[in-house]
């Protein structure tokens, strides 16, 4: 373990929101779909257990999201967010190609993580998706469900609690999916659990991936 | 000079079910000259029972039913006999919005405003009993969103006895009896089924076809709003997406 093939990638910061959030996902998933799911024959848990802790955890994921949002803004790290749109979906398919094809063949990654370069360009975009459409939106809608009365009750004869209890719905599952890949891909590594100890102290090893 | 309480609202009057009726229909035939002595009053009047008791034109709202669900409920109980179908169903006033508005905020709003009349209003509470009336919201504190349950549900879905054959259960509940399981509503089998949305006024969209019927609905409730096709299309990609990474980790291994 020589220091040269390590970055300080994650910042403490960074890991105590991403920890704060990563134990808040779970449980709102979890939550979510038992409310979501309900059946008086099956459930996971009390109904009313899930919705008090559905909304303590979705505040937390909401406070949460500001130390990313300030963090990001305030350090260095909101470099690493920056997407350049020319020759994007011909990176995107390099990047497809490697992890469907060229890993198995032992090839070396078309973008090597460096100082520069914290994420390939499909963990790019799909974070940029995540961090800035799923999670606002699914903060927004959670909050206005959380305070209903601020809903407009019709929007062209559709009721308008419906249609964001539909989204919220709809975007806490793509944050399902998401997860699962998010986990899975987490595991490729030199070694399977390397990036899930990263995410802990804070140093990437690069010259596995 | 009359007492303004006993002058009543033309026009909530002619909205009412007995509208078509006139005063000495129901009342002595001395009501018809006015002004008519104050001891008319205390004339004996009927029962709603006497003209919907009994009488094939209402069989199918089962009145005798009612009154046998009623005398087992808490107002009957510690009240008895001089608690009357009126004390609830306004004789001059009342409609069957229940079984006629499609709206359901309106059914809803029509039939708590018949608990509140006592119930938010000390007067009359203490009336029926020696205490103060509790205090709805504090009572209530325990329920999540309580602004908007009180909006669109009424009280008697969870402070009666649901009875299959009649459409309004009657048999209204002690406090400690009622129902605060939230799953009883918000789920796939929702009791909501078998009490408000149980009218064909509301039901009748649902023919147009549940999904249809769910985004025209003014409310949304969680669990009980299930769409089958949606359950089964996120599950169906939840599960392509597991396939996927599945097969993905056996050639990562198997090329190891």
Sequence with gaps: MTSESKIYFYPIWLRIWHGINALSILVLIFTGINMQYANQNFKLMDFELAVNLHNIFGITVTLNYLLFFIGNMMTSNKKYYRLKMKGLIKRLILQVNYYTSGMFKNENPPFPLNEKRKFNPMQKVTYLLAMYILVPGLIITGLALLFPETIIEEVYSLSGIFMTAVLHASLGFLVSIFLVIHLYVASIGKHPLNNFKSIIDGYHDISGH | ?256
């Design chain 2, 1 to 256: 000079m009359m007492n303004p309480l006993y002058i009543l609202n033309k026009d909530h009057l002619a909205a009412g079910v007995h509208a078509k009726f006139k005063c000495t229909d129901c009342h002595s035939a001395d009501y018809s000259k006015y002004p008519h002595n104050a001891e008319l009053k205390l004339e004996p009047l009927s029962t709603c029972l006497d003209c919907h008791g009994g009488d094939a034109k209402y069989a199918a709202y089962k009145f005798e039913k009612i009154d046998e669900e009623f005398q087992k409920s808490v107002h009957f109980q510690k009240v008895g006999e001089s608690f009357t179908c009126s004390k609830c169903h306004n004789q001059h006033y009342y409609q069957a919005k229940s079984r006629n508005s499609s709206e359901v905020g309106e059914i809803v709003g029509f039939s708590n405003d018949m608990c509140m009349s006592c119930h938010s209003n000390n007067n009359k509470f203490l009336l029926f009993s020696n205490k103060l009336k509790p205090e709805l919201s504090q009572i209530h504190d325990w329920l999540p969103n309580q602004e908007l349950h009180f909006k669109n549900v009424r009280c008697i879905e969870c402070h009666t006895v649901v009875v299959d054959s009649l459409s309004v259960s009657h048999n209204i509940l002690p406090k400690e009896k009622a129902l605060k399981n939230c799953v009883e509503c918000h789920s796939k089998n929702s009791m909501l089924e078998a009490s408000l949305y149980k009218y064909k006024n509301i039901q009748s969209r649902t023919e147009k076809g549940k999904l249809n019927s769910i985004i025209s609905n003014k409310s949304y409730i969680i669990g009980a709003y299930q769409n089958e096709w949606l359950n089964n299309f996120s599950i169906i990609i939840f599960l392509m997406a597991l396939v996927g990474i599945s097969i993905h980790l056996i050639i990562r291994i198997i090329k190891k």
